[in-house]
T-cell receptor, first 112, second 116 residues
Framework: NAGVTQTPKFQVLKTGQSMTLQCAQD?????MYWYRQDPGMGLRLIYY???????DKGEVPNGYNVSRLNKREFSLRLESAAPSQTSVYFCARGQGLGETQYFGPGTRLLVL | AQSVTQLDSHVSVSEGTPVLLRCNYS??????LFWYVQHPNKGLQLLLK??????LVKGINGFEAEFKKSETSFHLTKPSAHMSDAAEYFCVVSDSNSNSGYALNFGKGTSLLVTP
């Protein structure tokens, strides 16, 4: 898993429920990212964290919040889930010149 | 912002024949370019990357890609397809001039089917 773990692997929510997706890296890299993957759309950046204690919006941040409490962990929170948030969510860590990114195995989220 | 276009959404090849997955990019700088592979229900795995060193980049599993600035292309090739190559392939450009800490801009993907 390229040094990135994600939990849970799969989750079903009802509309309006909240949940937090967890991501942790076991390398000591500064940058971490959350993406969502939808059919035919590639991956789209939700939020990123360039370093511990900082976070910024990506392309599709609405409906999400993130927290980077320490260098190792970067969580993604859905405060009130909507069916449009049904997707596969990937966390990634950034490394090196040009910031090659390494991805976790993903969390499949279904919102009913 | 930099972007990539994958010219084929689906490619089908026979086992043992060459693979060509096409990607064009738009960039006003010298970009960093990547190819990632995603097998069904799996995460993304880095195949190879270009970062302004050699224009012919060799990756894992026999794949390679050539950076052609004049054509703004970064096509992925493999001489002989194997059944295990069946997967989704993403061409990606690193937007190093964005504010997003080297966010990656993904193409929409090419699904490679390998037939016996």
């Amino acid at each position: 898993n390229a040094g990135v773990t994600q939990t849970p692997k799969f989750q079903v929510l009802k509309t309006g429920q909240s949940m937090t997706l967890q991501c942790a890296q076991d390398m000591n890299h500064n940058s971490m990212y959350w993406y969502r993957q939808d059919p035919g759309m590639g991956l789209r950046l939700i939020y990123y964290s360039a370093s511990e204690g900082t976070t910024d919006k990506g392309e599709v941040p609405n409906g999400y919040n993130v927290s980077r409490l320490n260098k190792r962990e970067f969580s993604l929170r859905l405060e009130s889930a909507a069916p449009s948030q049904t997707s596969v969510y990937f966390c990634a860590r950034g490394q090196g010149l040009g910031e090659t990114q390494y991805f976790g195995p993903g969390t499949r989220l279904l919102v009913l | 912002a930099q972007s990539v276009t994958q010219l084929d959404s689906h490619v089908s090849v026979s086992e043992g024949t060459p693979v060509l997955l096409r990607c064009n990019y738009s960039s006003s700088y010298s970009p960093s370019l990547f190819w990632y592979v995603q097998h069904p229900n799996k995460g993304l795995q880095l195949l190879l990357k270009y970062t302004s060193a050699a224009t012919l980049v060799k990756g894992i599993n026999g794949f390679e890609a050539e950076f052609k600035k004049s054509e703004t292309s970064f096509h992925l090739t493999k001489p002989s397809a194997h059944m295990s190559d069946a997967a989704e392939y993403f061409c990606v450009v690193s937007d190093s001039n964005s504010n997003s800490g080297y966010a990656l801009n993904f193409g929409k993907g090419t699904s490679l089917l390998v037939t016996p």
